[in-house]
């Protein structure tokens, strides 16, 4: 949720905000109307309520004369209770829906637009030269690595099973990640993949996008879609000691509805419903996130670095920005069989957003409590075999194995 006293006291930041974004300016004025409309009804609730503790007290002082007329004036005052304290409470409803359903305000710098308008920060690495490549699915059957047609008996459509090679290759990629990740003083976590919609609302997964999200009614639960959801709510309603940012980096599978048909990606591994990744998160101070987010950048660039893939990173425009984000860097590898850079790593800056509705904050220098910021950003993820097979891919289907994960796999080739 963004802070409403900074929407009371600087409300055109927000309607910039929305702009941007391409959402309606209307919002801010609703979400205006109704902070205005419970203040002013919780402000009578509260009057009233005062009213009635000394009208009680007086009736306990007053004279057997007096206290007929007293307490026929409790009565009357406490039926104006209970109707101004439902009326707070209905105002409160009203406010917390509208308030939760806004989205974060875009930092500044972020470029108007939607999922076409991203900007290149830069390209890294050259690409190969391969004639004919193979895909990556090609490539995971030639090397009994990838097995989508029983993935797709077992379970349907856009699953998969990793077997050999693949799954050690999957590994591998994990390993290094999370070797590098406890190296930069991360903790790593595996976390549950089941959670309360508390958990999942608290980090603004069941907004536009909560099609995509699997629940479980008799349980009341969800499947995550990625660990950033366990591991913000990790320390929902606490008071944390934020004198360095605070690093999880959670090993977990994730499921997603994905919908539609996506042409290229309904081939493959790119878009499935269920994979596995590594996730940074950090809990910091709101001054030091846009050092942090640029930090977890870096080392999503190191991984990529150490697998030998080309790639590039873009800032994606506000309008490509989920309700949490206030800025959002992605890493796009190669993939040679598409002619084109494919998200690998997404990065996103969250603010206070997150923070402020699971209740998780700080003590500043002098000892006040003030609300944390989260950010997220993917280490490693089952997608990345998709770059890495075809980017080292050999004419005659083998596949050379990066310098850094032949140590994890034993063998320079991953033969077919």
């Known amino acids: 949720m963004i802070d409403l ?19 309606s300016e209307d919002a801010v004025d609703q979400l205006l109307a109704a ?15 005062a009213e009635q503790k000394q009208l ?13 007329a007293l307490l026929a004036r409790t009565r009357e005052l406490a039926v104006k209770v209970k109707a101004a304290e439902a009326e707070a409470n209905q105002a409160e409803v009203k406010l917390r829906e509208l308030h939760l359903a806004f989205p974060n305000l875009v930092e500044e710098g972020v470029r108007p637009g939607g999922e076409d308008d991203y900007v290149v920060l830069r390209e890294v690495g050259e690409k190969p030269d391969i004639p ?27 699953f998969h099973f990793l077997t050999g090679v693949g799954a050690l290759l999957q590994n591998a990629i994990f390993q290094l990640a999370l070797q ?41 639960l969800y499947l995550v879609g990625t660990s950033e959801v366990s591991i913000a709510a990790y320390h929902s309603n606490e008071i944390l000691d934020l004198t360095e940012p605070l690093r999880y980096a959670g090993w977990s599978s994730c499921f997603r509805r994905e919908a539609g048909s996506y ?20 809990f910091c101070t709101p001054d030091q996130a846009a050092e942090e987010h640029l930090r977890l950048l870096a080392w999503q660039e190191e991984m990529l670095a150490k697998i030998e893939v080309p790639y590039r990173v873009i800032e994606a425009a506000a309008g490509d920005l989920s309700a949490s984000a206030a800025r959002r860097y992605d890493c796009e590898a190669w993939v040679p069989s598409q002619g084109r850079y494919r998200e690998v790593t997404s990065t996103s800056n969250c603010t206070t957003y997150q923070a402020r509705r699971l209740g998780i904050r700080y003590r ?49 080739v991953l033969e077919p």
């Open 56 to 68: 009680g007290k007086a009736v306990a002082k007053a004279d057997p004369d007096e206290r007929a």
């Open 35 to 49: 902070d205005s409309q419970y203040r002013s009804a919780l402000s009578s609730f509260e009057s009233l309520r």
């Open 263 to 282: 042409g290229q990606d309904v081939r493959g591994i790119i878009r499935v419903h269920q994979f596995d990744k590594i996730e940074m998160f950090s």
């Open 364 to 412: 500043d220098a002098e000892g006040k409590t003030r609300v944390a910021a989260t950010l997220n950003g993917t280490l490693a993820t089952t997608r990345w075999l998709v770059p890495l097979l075809e980017n080292h891919q050999q004419p005659d289907g083998s596949v050379r194995v990066p310098k850094a994960l032949q140590p994890f796999l034993g063998t320079e």
């Open 5 to 23: 006293r900074l929407l009371r006291e600087n409300p055109d930041l927000a309607r910039a905000s929305q702009r941007l974004r391409g959402g």
């Open 180 to 220: 590098q990740a406890v190296q930069a003083g991360f903790t790593m976590m595996i976390p549950p993949v089941l959670v309360r919609p508390e958990a999942m609302d608290g980090t603004g997964f069941l907004g536009a996008h909560a099609d995509e999200v699997y629940y479980l009614p008799s349980d009341d």
């Open 132 to 158: 004919q490549p193979r895909d990556h699915l090609e490539l995971g059957e030639l090397l009994k690595a990838i097995d989508t047609e029983r993935g797709a008996k077992v379970s349907g459509a856009r």
